[in-house]
């Protein structure tokens, strides 16, 4: 699948008018010397683009962003454990998409990502799935554009209000609990999980989440506090859990 998606965002690239425009491959031998274990497809992909801009600022995809690379100086950073994610991308309304790894295993999942308030989403299984349907709306877009198209803007529109965009405000929701309650649940995976959870700690079940689900972390978390977000069992769970006072 990686090698079409390439072909299609190439392509596209090509007749855009330079309104895509592909950033440039990144060798093996980089690649390679990353800390975290990069599997085949995203390497097929880097190798060939390292990302790619629609119309500009904010549609920015940079694959290589250096915060996968340089730890994040910021105790209120959502993602404290730096082996256990990769960000996909940043854009200008404070959204990070980044998909879950396994700190164990170095096994890529599930595609997440959240705000700067605790509001959080399950976006898609797979960076492959999201970065394929990045691609679609891309192709959606030029398609329908007229001479004069602002493309940056109509990407947005597909982005963030079509149906078919994994992007798009979703209308599934998933509750987060309080972790006494998970521990409480019945559920002996869902127990599992909270038990190892500080006790103000809040943890949404996402195992038959359909894509994409909201996480609204805002509604239990108290006013005022930031969190810090971790995945379990392949990106089946989410918990938020507060950042202690400095």
Do not use: K
């Given at each position: 699948?990686?090698?079409?998606?390439?072909?299609?965002?190439?392509?596209?690239?090509?007749?855009?008018?330079?309104?895509?425009?592909?950033?440039?491959p990144l060798s093996g031998q980089e690649i390679s010397s990353w800390a975290t274990s990069v599997p085949d497809d995203f390497r097929a992909?880097?190798?060939?683009?390292?990302?790619?801009?629609?119309?500009?600022?904010?549609?920015?995809?940079?694959?290589?962003?250096?915060?996968?690379?340089?730890?994040?100086?910021?105790?209120?950073?959502?993602?404290?454990?730096?082996?256990?994610?990769?960000?996909?991308?940043?854009?200008?309304?404070?959204?990070?998409?980044?998909?879950?790894?396994?700190?164990?295993?170095?096994?890529?999942?599930?595609?997440?990502?959240?705000?700067?308030?605790?509001?959080?989403?399950?976006?898609?299984?797979?960076?492959?799935?999201?970065?394929?349907?990045?691609?679609?709306?891309?192709?959606?877009?030029?398609?329908?554009?007229?001479?004069?198209?602002?493309?940056?803007?109509?990407?947005?529109?597909?982005?963030?209000?079509?149906?078919?965009?994994?992007?798009?405000?979703?209308?599934?929701?998933?509750?987060?609990?309080?972790?006494?309650?998970?521990?409480?649940?019945?559920?002996?995976?869902?127990?599992?999980?909270?038990?190892?959870?500080?006790?103000?700690?809040?943890?949404?079940?996402?195992?038959?989440?359909?894509?994409?689900?909201?996480?609204?972390?805002?509604?239990?978390?108290?006013?005022?506090?930031?969190?810090?977000?971790?995945?379990?069992?392949?990106?089946?769970?989410?918990?938020?859990?507060?950042?202690?006072?400095?």
């Open positions: 699948m990686v090698d079409e998606v390439i072909a299609r965002l190439e392509a596209l690239a090509a007749v855009s008018g330079g309104q895509v425009e592909l950033a440039p992909l880097l190798e060939r683009t390292s990302g790619f801009t629609v119309g500009g600022h904010p549609h920015v995809f940079d694959f290589n962003l250096p915060d996968n690379h340089v730890p994040v100086v910021n105790e209120y950073w959502p993602l404290q454990d730096e082996s256990a994610s990769w960000i996909l991308h940043s854009d200008g309304s404070a959204t990070t998409y980044y998909v879950d790894v396994d700190p164990e295993s170095g096994a890529w999942g599930r595609v997440f990502s959240f705000w700067e308030e605790p509001y959080a989403r399950l976006v898609a299984p797979d960076f492959l799935t999201w970065i394929d349907n990045l691609v679609t709306g891309v192709r959606l877009t030029l398609e329908a554009a007229q001479p004069g198209t602002d493309l940056r803007r109509a990407f947005s529109e597909w982005l963030y209000g079509a149906d078919d965009s994994l992007s798009r405000h979703p209308l599934d929701v998933v509750e987060p609990l309080p972790v006494a309650t998970a521990r409480t649940s019945g559920d002996p995976r869902l127990a599992e999980v909270a038990a190892g959870l500080p006790d103000d700690a809040f943890l949404a079940d996402l195992r038959t989440a359909a894509y994409p689900t909201e996480v609204p972390f805002a509604r239990v978390v108290p006013i005022g506090e930031v969190v810090t977000y971790t995945r379990f069992h392949n990106g089946g769970f989410l918990a938020a859990a507060l950042v202690p006072d400095l």
